[in-house]
């Protein structure tokens, strides 16, 4: 059985449509025992009408250094999850402009709301929610998109590619995250996900875990908690990984020395 040490992917209440403190979610992951914690608030225009607003995400841009790095024995990363929003592969905020901090003060450089808000965060996770931009797409172009995401520089992680239900060529995906040390993930909130079945999800799951197992791309396994109690809990995506057999070793997120590692591998962040 694997034993996996690492949530690398969850939410607090600062998601708006999430329900725990930062606090309860490390005390959560303390209990189950996990090694590392990455929390990764949205970062998406699903949770204001005014994305513009620089007040709007503040929570976000003060977190990495607000938040102990090492909390109740876990150690605590900082990231959020940002949505792909273009067939580009462009990430949510990065065509738009901030000029003036919270109070109204000008900037010394002007930025976009994406690098001001992710310039200090450990790492980001590039996910599809939203999916009109992507309609009529051709295979390649939404494969493309994946791989694009994932080219940007503090982007680690794809999110839960398995839900996005894009028809995309999973090893072109895993061949391009091995080139660049990035990993794909195996989302546990997938299963079961509004409604999708099961059987959906876990088909999809599997495929891209043979895809990466094919190419040496790693992998991380998160939950997507949108509330405590679920932190650290992995069951159906385990189970997967031992019905392919997935290479122990090709688990990132397998302990938090294996993922510090990558993350340093991938060039993002050297917290070895
Ligand atoms: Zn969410
Ligand atoms: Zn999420």
New binding site residues.
């Given amino acids: 059985m694997y034993d996996i040490k690492c949530d690398t992917h969850t ?1 607090t209440f600062y ?1 708006r ?2 329900y725990s403190t930062i606090q309860e979610n490390v005390r959560a992951a303390a209990d189950v025992g996990m090694e590392l914690l990455a929390s990764t608030d ?1 970062f998406s225009a699903m949770l204001w009408t005014d994305p513009e607003n620089l007040k709007n995400y503040q929570y976000l841009a003060v977190a990495p250094s607000t938040w102990p790095r090492e909390w109740m024995g876990v150690t605590l990363l900082c990231g959020c ?1 940002a949505d792909i929003v273009s067939l580009n592969g462009d990430l949510f905020g990065q065509d738009i402009a901030v000029s003036e901090n919270i109070v109204g003060d000008s900037f010394n450089h002007s930025s976009t709301l994406y690098d001001y808000i992710t310039r200090k965060m450990d790492y980001v996770i590039a996910s599809v929610h939203g999916k009109a931009f992507a309609n009529g797409a051709s295979r390649t172009e939404m494969t493309d998109m994946y791989i694009k995401a994932l080219e940007h520089e503090k982007v680690f992680i794809l999110g839960h590619v398995g839900r996005s239900g894009l028809d995309v060529d999973f090893k072109a995906i895993a061949t391009a995250a091995k080139d660049m040390n990035k990993l794909l993930e195996v989302n546990e909130h997938s299963f079961g996900f509004n409604g999708v079945q099961d059987d959906v999800t876990h088909d999809r799951c599997r495929d891209i875990l043979l895809a990466c197992a094919e190419v040496g791309c790693k992998i991380s396994l998160a939950t ?1 908690a ?1 509330i405590s109690t679920i932190i650290g809990k992995f069951e159906k995506s385990k189970s997967l990984l031992e019905e392919v057999h997935f290479p122990e070793e090709l688990i990132a997120g397998l302990n938090r020395e294996t993922f510090l590692r990558a993350l340093k591998e991938a060039g993002i962040k050297d917290l070895t």
């Fill in positions: 939410h998601s449509h999430a949205h999850e997507d949108h």
